[in-house]
């Protein structure tokens, strides 16, 4: 199954696919997890990257495009994959479209996140990501249970770097002047699918399920 989310800055998109991509044991093409592993080690892309997340911007399609594309060749993507944060541009979709085309693929089911934006600034000021393994946990609705410390691997969490609330203001005008046009795109297409992202993180995992196995 090829799947794609969607949504706004703090909709849950990541929160969602390590359980969605548990349950149906499939990888987990995340740019900016690519960007941020990128950023991390140094890498010339990463180094480019870095002028544009850190200002909560897009990073150019061109180097965007390469990564997917690399990525969705992998052998491991034959089974299917979870898209998070990809594509985000009009162009990046029909950049997706080709690629997929090229390997005889077609996406599945767009998944929407919906979340009101004024609920989205204090889910991003208060997330804690865990430098080992990447787990996302918020310090109010989804604290580990030791201060600081990875449920699953001990690890320490962190904050991200775009998480403050002047690069999250530029993060979701981003979304909305060039990702939510998106919505019309996959729209046309009959792919979309809405789900209530303000639910409590099981039952918004639960929705998201039943509709990926067509029981809703
Ligand atoms: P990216 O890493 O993709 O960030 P994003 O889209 O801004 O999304 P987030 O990761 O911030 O939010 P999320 O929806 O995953 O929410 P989460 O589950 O963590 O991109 C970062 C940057 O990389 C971009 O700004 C850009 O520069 C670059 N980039 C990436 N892809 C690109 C592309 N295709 N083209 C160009 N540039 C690109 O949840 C948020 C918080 O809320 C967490 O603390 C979580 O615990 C909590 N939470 C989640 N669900 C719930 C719930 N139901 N109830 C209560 N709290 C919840
Ligand atoms: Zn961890």
Known sequence: MNILFMGP???GKGTQAERIVDEFQVPHISTGDAFRAAMRQGTPMGVEAKKYVDQGLLVPDEITNGIVKERLEQSDCDKGFLLDGFPRTIAQAEALDGMLAEMGKRIDHVIDLKVDRDLL???LT???ICKSCGATYHVLFNPPKVENVCDKCSGELYQRSDDSEEKVGTRLDEYTTKTAPL???YGKKEL???VDGQQDIDQVTSDISSLLRGQA
């Open 192 to 194: 979309v699918r809405e």
């Open 9 to 11: 800055p703090g909709a």
């Open 126 to 128: 208060g997330r804690r």
């Open 121 to 123: 600034l204090g889910r």
């Open 183 to 185: 919505l019309e795109y």
